[in-house]
């Protein structure tokens, strides 16, 4: 039972890591399939904005300046009011954004016609478990008139002249977006508005998705140190006390070995071998169990999608070996340094 146990807490730490990792890597891959899911070579972004931040605003009549130029075939804004850490409603020119985007496909319902209505992807309405004629509370009640695919843009939409003047944003965008007559322009389009517009924040829809890693998140990069700290402190005490226990349990046994000639190596080395069984054993399991946690996200989180990592695999299974070693070595010098006899006569 003690090995079954050490086993599972060690696979809980692999676990922990790859779920965390997959998760950072599935929201991020999420939101750059999401905007290239726009449609659009360019988006421009107002001054004040940083990495992929909608939260500032800038003059609507920007987009027609922005149409006027050659090789641009469309162009668009759309104004994102976020609501909390995890809801935002982003407000569209419906024709625009279909025009573009090639067009949100519809599941359930109808497209918006009322200011009040909005449209959530499958996503959200799984989530939150809504259905066309459901209310939504997102800074405003809302009626979800339909459920499109996943994968353009946002998860919710509404009329652009409704939330700019429900979220005071009047004659206001978030970002505008960019589809020309021919990829191949982009590099010049883009440096021709950022000679008009020198202020703005003007990318390639590329390099605006390159963002989107998590070494561009500082955050993500620091908490997923902080959580692997976690998961090897926890392996390396769940391993300490269970080759504790067993050097207390083999007392009599290491006492034999030793009388018969056993040197505090080989003492030491049996110790280490059973841990690394342990910790491979405990990798796979971990592994394994992340299929786990990935439906269970997909039923209860489904906005948080978790992505299977191998090439994690190596960099994991190297910190649960290392975390386990590490708690097994002071057993093992305690065993190594028993004398014979007293090991002898333990009871």
């Known amino acids: 039972m003690r090995t079954l146990l050490s086993v599972f807490a060690i696979g809980v730490e692999v676990t922990l890591i790859l779920t965390l990792v997959g998760v950072s890597h599935g929201v991020l891959d999420d939101l750059a399939s999401r905007s290239r899911g726009t449609g659009a070579d360019i988006i421009i972004r107002p001054p004040e904005s940083s990495g992929f931040n909608f939260s500032f605003t800038m003059p609507e009549k920007v987009v027609d300046v922005i149409r006027a130029k050659p090789h641009v075939a469309t162009a668009t804004g759309t104004f994102v009011k976020y609501i909390d850490s995890f809801n935002s409603v982003t407000g569209i020119h419906l024709d625009e954004f279909n025009a573009m985007s090639g067009g949100l496909k519809l599941i359930k319902g109808q497209l918006f016609h009322a200011p009040d209505d909005i449209i959530v992807d499958e996503v959200f309405a799984k989530q939150h478990k809504v259905q066309p004629g459901s209310p939504v509370d997102l800074g405003h009640v809302w009626r979800v008139s339909g459920i499109v695919e ?5 998860r ?11 979220f005071a944003g009047r004659g206001l965008v978030s970002a505008i977006y960019v589809k020309l007559d021919d990829p191949a322009n982009t590099t010049a389009v883009k440096e021709a508005l950022q000679k008009e517009l020198a202020t703005y924040k003007i990318d ?15 955050y993500i990069e620091a908490f997923t140190k902080v959580v692997i700290g976690i998961a090897v402190l926890i392996g390396f005490l769940v391993v300490c006390l269970s080759m504790y226990t067993a050097v207390l349990e083999r007392t009599r046994e290491i006492g034999i070995l030793k009388a018969l000639g056993a040197s505090p190596g080989y003492i030491v080395g049996i110790l280490l071998r059973e841990t690394v069984v342990l910790a491979i054993t405990g990798t796979v399991i971990g592994i394994l169990m992340t299929y786990g946690t990935r439906s ?4 209860f989180a489904s906005s948080f999608p978790q992505e299977i990592v191998p090439d994690w695999y190596p960099t994991v299974a190297g910190i649960a070996l290392a975390g386990s070693i590490v708690g097994a070595l002071y057993p093992g010098l305690r065993a190594a340094r028993q004398d014979a006899i007293e090991a002898l006569a333990y009871d």
């Open 150 to 154: 996943q994968g353009k843009l946002s």
């Open 156 to 166: 919710t939409f509404v009329d652009i002249s409704a939330a700019q003047e429900l």
């Open 204 to 218: 390639s829809i590329e390099d605006f998705v390159s963002l989107f890693s998590v070494n561009s998140v500082p």
């Open 296 to 299: 269970l996200l997909g039923i």
